[in-house]
């Protein structure tokens, strides 16, 4: 038997499925919305209808957005040409805080995990292998994460997409800026020197 | 508690609250420790690549009292999988690896030989070649569990298998003769025999640098899978993962 309302209960249980919130916070959560005046809570409760309802993936890169194609694909001014591999949507937001990236993206939706049973077969890579095809690209960065499962995804896409005239690159990987190499570990070190270039 | 200091192999790891890791570790002090790795989502620092699957590490950690998991201290990298290239093959051999070692070894029960075997197939692992190092520890896995039933006559009659045809059923233990097969058995060829035989008298080294097909012992795997998967009573995600890739 819940010590709670049964409505109040509901909103509990449904914000501890949220990551990152405990029975302690979901409470604490649930009686700040039931303390809120009723457009604040009107107001949260169609900014979750309207999230589910209008967002939906790019046809063409995956990301998540309201419109199709999304901001990204529809620019005039981004290097349509060069497509930049991510794992997650929320990886864009790491990139373009470089203010250095004027290409556009492809969202996986997540890695090659055997342990998981997620193979090939299971990534999003039928929309970029056609932008391939279609000769629409001239460079592939992939900068999933330098993981067991994030180089086997990368060597993979690799294989897969490779054509003559695109070239299909890989995010160096190594030492963080601002650290020493003292306290690098062995394979980071060796991925360091593998990466280096020319000065 | 006193720190405690082993080799080990990385198996697994899970997300635990917000920034933990629980890590299943196989050492050799003490056969599969499962232990936290605090703060090892979020800060990469401490840990780096060292907790990456199928890493061989020095690890340091210590038990807590009355609490079922260690404290992972720290992880020292002594040979890392991504040292060569992770092909989407080569993933999937660590991985089978990895399940293989979670899903057979009781807990705290230290086991050198199957140790030894784990590092001497990795090794196997770090060229191109996948079906003979994986042939190799399914085999011994196998039966450094206990779980090998006599490849050289049949588990029904008794009567000796040699030169003549054997089949299996993954139902039934060990190899049958053609009068005991059960219906839609799978036989195993001479060849494979022979090859068992052979793998238990050298080391995985004595194999290496002869082309190995993914049909070579294929028969071997699908045997010893089913008797694993008898003895676990369930199935092993990486075998079908293994069964899919080509070549
Ligand atoms: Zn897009
Ligand atoms: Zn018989």
């Known amino acids: 038997m819940s010590r709670f309302a049964e409505p109040m209960a509901r909103l509990i249980e449904e914000l501890k499925k949220l990551p990152g919130i405990g029975s302690k916070t979901a409470q604490r959560l649930a009686f700040h919305i039931l303390r809120s005046n009723d457009d604040d809570a009107e107001a949260l409760a169609a900014a979750v209808r309207d999230v589910k309802a209008s967002l939906r993936l790019c046809s063409v890169c995956n990301n998540i957005t309201d419109v199709d194609p999304c901001a990204y694909c529809a620019s005039a001014t981004r290097n349509q040409r060069l497509v930049c591999v991510v794992e997650e949507p929320t990886n864009i937001a790491s990139i373009e805080k470089t203010k250095h990236f004027n290409g556009v993206y492809h969202v996986l939706h997540g890695l090659i995990s055997p342990l998981h049973g997620i193979g090939p077969e299971q990534l999003r890579i039928a929309n970029l292998a056609r932008r391939v095809e279609a000769g629409q690209l001239d460079e592939v960065i992939i900068a999933t994460n330098p993981t067991v499962e994030g180089e086997a995804t990368a060597t993979y896409l690799s294989g897969q997409l490779r054509r003559p005239g695109l070239k299909v690159t890989r995010i160096a990987m190594g030492i963080p800026v601002g650290s020493d190499i003292e306290y690098a570990d062995e394979i980071t070190m060796l991925k360091a020197m593998e990466g280096r270039r020319e000065l | 508690m006193a720190l405690k200091e082993s080799e080990a192999i990385v ?6 609250r917000e920034a933990d890791l629980l890590v299943t570790l196989f050492t050799r002090l003490e056969g599969k420790v499962r232990g936290v790795a ?3 989502k979020k800060s990469k620092r401490r840990f780096g690549g060292a907790l990456e699957p199928l890493t061989y ?3 340091f950690y ?8 260690a404290r992972l201290d720290s992880c020292e990298v002594l040979e890392s999988p991504l040292a060569a290239e992770v092909s989407y093959p080569r993933a999937v051999a660590l991985s089978h690896v990895a399940e293989l070692l979670d899903e057979l070894l009781p807990d705290r029960e230290p086991n050198d030989a199957v140790f ?3 590092i001497s197939v990795l090794a196997g ?3 191109s070649d996948l079906w003979m190092p994986v042939t190799y520890f399914d085999l011994w896995m196998t039966r450094l569990m206990g779980y090998l039933p006599e490849l050289s006559e049949c588990n029904v009659c008794g009567r000796a298998l040699n030169g003549s045809r054997a089949f299996f059923h993954a139902l039934a233990d060990g190899l049958m003769c053609a009068e005991d097969k059960r219906l839609a058995s799978s036989e195993m060829s001479s060849e494979s025999r022979k090859l068992a035989a052979r793998m238990f008298l050298a080391p995985v080294e004595g194999f290496a640098g002869t082309p190995w097909p993914k049909a070579q012992g294929a028969d071997l795997r699908k045997f010893l899978i089913q008797a694993l998967q008898r003895h676990i009573e369930k199935k092993l995600v990486t075998a079908v993962m293994l069964e899919r890739i080509s070549s």
């Open chain 2, 38 to 40: 605090r703060s090892a």
């Open chain 2, 57 to 59: 590490v020095r690890a």
């Open chain 2, 62 to 69: 210590e038990d807590r009292e009355r609490q079922e998991l």
């Open chain 2, 125 to 127: 692992l770090r060229g």
């Open chain 2, 116 to 118: 030894r075997l784990v």
């Open chain 2, 11 to 16: 198996l697994r790891t899970y997300p635990l």
